[in-house]
């Protein structure tokens, strides 16, 4: 199992781009989780799933979109970057909410 | 409610040292404790959980101890090695909630 691959893993984009990052478990899972994380900030939440079709606003949803077709990919979109956008994005999936979340690599964003 | 309080944001010790770290909650709902490892580059991945019927969890060098009544928890890493040095972040769940709330993490060095 290759658990859950993100792409791209850097990206640098400029003020008022759009574009997607991908997120694919291959676990089964049916919760799915999209963070940032900040330095010395934690992980916050952006929008998670609780199964293909169900999707739902974290701590930090403005300026970002998901949406979740499949069980297998959760992928997130950023709309009109912002400066403010530049973190770490964490992609992770669990079997339900409480469980062991699995995180992927990480995407590197840098808004110039 | 929903906050997790983490302590210290750093720490240092030498090698055979006993690190502690510090996790306070509020949401008395909360069940499920979990702590993550994050190395530099990669994602958090799941290092010990506990829940609230036992005070204590050893896995490995590794251990949890719970005061369920001052709603506080913390990590203990026996004989500590250069190896342990990553970020660490403390979590909670429980109740309604299909989410984990993380703590804003300690990055914790340990000289050889």
């Known amino acids: 199992n290759a658990g859950v691959t993100q792409t791209p893993k850097f990206r640098i984009l400029k003020i008022g781009q759009s574009m997607t990052l991908q997120c694919t478990q291959d676990?089964?899972?049916?919760?799915m989780y999209w963070y940032r994380q900040d330095p010395g900030m934690g992980l916050k939440l952006i929008y998670y799933?609780?199964?293909?079709?169900?999707?739902d606003k974290g701590e930090v949803p403005n300026g970002y979109n998901v949406s979740r077709s499949t069980t297998e990919d959760f992928p997130l979109r950023l709309e009109l970057a912002a400066p403010s956008q530049t973190s770490v994005y964490f992609c992770?999936?669990?079997?339900?909410?409480?469980?062991?979340?699995?995180f992927g690599p990480g995407t590197r964003l840098t808004v110039l | 409610q929903q906050q997790v309080k983490q302590s210290p944001q750093s720490l240092i010790v030498q090698k055979g040292g006993i690190p502690i770290i510090n996790c306070a909650y509020e949401?008395?709902?909360?069940?499920?404790f979990p702590w993550y490892q994050q190395f530099p580059g990669k994602g958090p991945a799941l290092l010990i959980a506990?829940?609230?019927?036992?005070s204590e969890k050893k896995e490995g060098r590794f251990t949890i101890s719970f005061n369920k009544s001052a709603k506080q928890f913390s990590l203990h890493i026996m004989d500590s090695q250069p190896g342990d040095s990553a970020t660490y972040f403390c979590?909670?769940?429980?109740?309604?909630?299909?989410?984990?709330?993380f703590g804003s993490g300690t990055q914790l060095t340990v000289l050889p």
């Open positions: 992770a999936s669990s079997y339900r909410g409480p469980d062991t979340q699995y």
């Open positions: 676990m089964n899972h049916n919760y």
């Open positions: 799933s609780v199964g293909a079709g169900i999707t």
């Open positions: 949401n008395t709902a909360f069940d499920y």
């Open positions: 506990i829940r609230p019927d036992v």
């Open positions: 979590a909670a769940s429980g109740g309604s909630a299909r989410q984990l709330t």
